[in-house]
C-alpha cells in the first residue's frame, strides 16, 4: 500500500533540466507531426497521379463510380441490404449460444459423454474445413431437397442455418481457446469450495474465458459482417443479389460499389471497437490486473 | 480429543517419485497442526490428498468418521467441508469480494442471496476489510487478498482449514497481518492443519509441529519440544538453517 503525500506538500519549482527536456519533447513532436502530414500527401499525390494518367481511367470511373447509377441504384440495395442485416444480427446470436455449446460439450469430463464430445470435434473439424459457399449450396439447396419440411422457407433462412454452422465451428474453437487459458488454479480454487465442475464452469471458467477472448470473437463478428453477403447465392435478394440486378440494369458496376460500401460502413464501427477492447485489456494487463 | 482427521500409512507418488511414503497423522478438534520441512519434503502434497485433489496410492485417510479416501465417496461432498487457503490467494477475479465469499454459501450450500450476503459481510469485518467488499480482487493488497481468502474458506464453517504456505507469496510486512487473522481463528477454536516456513510463527500458535523429511514424518511434538531439543539430526540440521539466517 502507497500512503498519499501529505496535502500540505508546497508546489515545488520545476528544475531547470526538466525545463529543458520537456522543450526538447516539444520540438520532437512538432517535427514528428509535419513529417507524417508531407509523408501522407506525398502519396497521396502520387497515387492519385498515377490512377488520373492510368489509359483506362476515364472508362472505370464511368462504369464503377458513376453517380447517377449510384443513387438510382441505392433503394433497392438499401432493401437488401436490411436482409443482410437480419441475418447479422439473427447468425451472430446463435453463433455465440451454439459455439459455446459446443466448446463446453468439447471439456465434458467421463466416459458417458464420450459420444457427445467425439461429435463436437468431428462438426468442428467439418466445419472449419469446408468452404461457406459449398455448406451454403449444400444446405441452402440440399435441406429443402430432402422434403422434410413441408413448407417452403425463406433463402435468408437457410443462410442464417449454414452461416451459423460454419461460425460456430470457429468460435467454439475461440472459446474452448479461452477456457483453457483459465489458469488451473482458478478451476482448483473452486473446487476446493466444493463447488462441482458443472459449476465451476459455468461460475467461473466460462466468465473469465468470455473476458479473455472477446477480442477474438469480435474479430470473427466482423468477419461475419461481409460473409451475410454470400447468401446472394441461394437467390435472396440481399445487398450483393440486389446490386447484381441493378449492374444488369444499368450495364454498370457502380452498384457493387455501392454495397462494398455499406458493407464497409458497418464494419468500421465494429472494427475500431474491437481496437479499443484490445488495447483497453492490454492496459489493463501492464498495470498488473488479472482481467 | 476427538479426532478430526485421521491418515493411516498414506502413499503417493508421481511417476517414480514417492512423495508421501507412510504417513500416518491424527489431528484432533481445535487443535492446530504445523507441517514444516524442506521444499519437496512433501507438506504441500500431504494437504492436497486431504482435499481430495491428488488421489492417494495406498492407506486411507478420514473425516470425522468418513473413509473420504473411498473412491465411492463425492468428493464434492468432502470439499465442501473443508476450506483451504493457497499460496496464491487464487481469488476470483471476475468476482467481487464479497461474491467470492459468497460463492460457496449459496452454490453449493444453497443460502439464499441476503443471507449469504449479510454472513459474508460479517466475515469481512472480522477479517477488517468492510470498505473492500464490492470491491475486485485486483485491487487490493497481497495481505488483503490472502485475508479475503481466508474469510472465503471459513465462510462455510469447515470442519478442517488447509493453509498452504499462506504467506510465502507476501512481503514481509504484508505477513503480519495474515499470520494474525490465523492466530484468531486457532484461538477461537478452528482445527488447522498448516505448511509452513514461518518458524517463529509455528513455535507460537501451533499445538503440535510435524516435521517431514522425504515423503515421511521424521518427529513430531509440541512447538517447545521439536523446536527446544530436536530428537533427530535431520531436524536439527533443518531448524539451523532458519536460525542462523
Do not use: C
Request: hydrophobic content about 50%.
Amino acid at each position: 500500500m502507497t500512503l498519499a503525500p501529505p496535502s500540505d506538500t508546497p508546489v515545488r519549482p520545476v528544475s531547470e533540466i526538466e525545463l529543458e527536456r520537456r522543450a526538447f519533447r516539444k520540438r520532437q513532436g512538432a517535427k514528428s507531426v509535419l513529417i507524417s502530414v508531407v509523408s501522407t500527401l506525398v502519396l497521396a499525390v502520387v497515387v492519385w497521379v498515377t490512377l488520373i494518367n492510368t489509359p483506362g481511367w476515364e472508362q472505370v470511373t464511368q462504369t464503377f463510380f458513376n453517380w447517377d447509377v449510384a443513387v438510382a441504384s441505392f433503394p433497392r440495395i438499401w432493401q437488401g441490404f436490411l436482409v443482410n442485416l437480419q441475418v447479422l444480427a439473427v447468425s451472430a446470436v446463435l453463433v455465440v449460444l451454439f459455439g459455446l455449446l459446443i466448446a463446453t460439450i468439447r471439456t465434458l469430463r467421463g466416459p458417458v459423454w464420450l459420444p457427445l464430445r467425439a461429435a463436437a470435434a468431428a462438426y468442428t473439424d467439418l466445419f472449419r474445413g469446408l468452404p461457406l459457399i459449398i455448406v451454403l449450396y449444400l444446405v441452402g439447396f440440399g435441406i429443402p431437397g430432402l422434403g422434410l419440411i413441408p413448407v417452403r422457407l425463406p433463402f435468408a433462412f437457410w443462410g442464417i442455418v449454414a452461416l451459423t454452422l460454419t461460425y460456430s465451428a470457429y468460435v467454439a474453437e475461440v472459446f474452448r481457446a479461452g477456457i483453457e487459458a483459465v489458469h488451473p488454479s482458478q478451476r482448483q480454487a473452486a473446487r476446493s469450495l466444493g463447488l462441482s465442475h458443472a459449476k465451476t464452469m459455468r461460475l467461473i471458467v466460462v466468465p473469465q474465458a468470455i473476458r479473455k477472448v472477446t477480442p477474438a470473437l469480435m474479430n470473427d463478428f466482423v468477419a461475419l459482417q461481409k460473409d451475410v453477403g454470400l447468401i446472394s447465392v441461394l437467390g435472396a435478394v440481399d445487398a450483393v443479389r440486389a446490386a447484381q440486378i441493378e449492374t444488369a440494369t444499368y450495364f454498370n458496376f457502380t452498384p457493387y460499389v455501392v454495397a462494398g460500401l455499406l458493407f464497409v460502413l458497418l464494419a468500421i464501427p465494429t472494427i475500431r471497437l474491437t481496437d479499443w477492447y484490445t488495447a483497453r485489456v492490454r492496459a489493463r494487463e501492464q498495470v498488473g490486473g488479472i482481467v | 480429543m476427538s479426532g478430526v482427521l485421521h491418515l493411516e500409512d498414506v502413499w503417493k507418488s508421481f511417476d517414480d517419485h514417492a512423495v508421501l511414503r507412510g504417513i500416518d497423522l491424527e489431528v484432533g478438534a481445535g487443535e492446530v497442526v504445523a507441517l514444516i520441512g524442506a521444499s519437496g519434503s512433501g507438506k504441500s502434497t500431504l494437504l492436497r490428498t486431504v482435499n481430495l485433489l491428488e488421489p492417494i496410492d495406498d492407506g486411507r485417510i478420514r473425516l470425522r468418521d468418513e473413509d473420504i479416501s473411498d473412491p465411492r465417496v463425492d468428493p464434492d461432498s468432502v470439499r465442501a467441508r473443508i476450506g483451504v487457503v493457497f499460496q496464491q490467494y487464487n481469488l476470483f477475479p471476475h468476482l467481487t469480494v464479497l461474491a467470492n465469499i459468497t460463492l460457496a454459501l449459496r452454490h453449493v450450500h444453497r443460502m439464499g442471496r441476503r443471507q449469504a450476503d449479510a454472513a459474508a459481510l460479517a466475515l469481512l469485518e472480522r477479517v477488517g476489510l468492510t470498505d473492500k467488499a464490492q470491491s475486485h480482487p485486483d485491487r487490493l493488497s497481497g495481505g488483503q487478498q490472502q485475508r479475503v481468502a481466508i474469510a472465503r474458506a471459513i465462510a462455510t464453517s469447515p470442519d478442517l482449514l488447509l493453509l498452504d504456505e499462506i504467506t510465502s507469496a507476501l512481503d514481509p510486512e504484508l505477513v503480519g497481518e495474515v499470520l494474525d487473522l490465523v492466530r484468531a481463528l486457532a484461538d477461537d477454536g478452528m482445527t488447522i492443519v498448516m505448511a509452513t516456513h514461518e518458524m517463529a510463527f509455528a513455535r507460537d500458535v501451533a499445538d503440535r509441529v510435524v516435521f517431514l523429511d522425504a515423503g515421511r514424518i521424521l518427529e513430531q511434538g509440541p512447538p517447545a519440544e521439536v523446536f527446544g531439543a530436536p530428537r533427530e539430526e535431520r531436524t536439527r540440521a533443518f531448524l539451523a538453517r532458519f536460525t542462523t539466517s
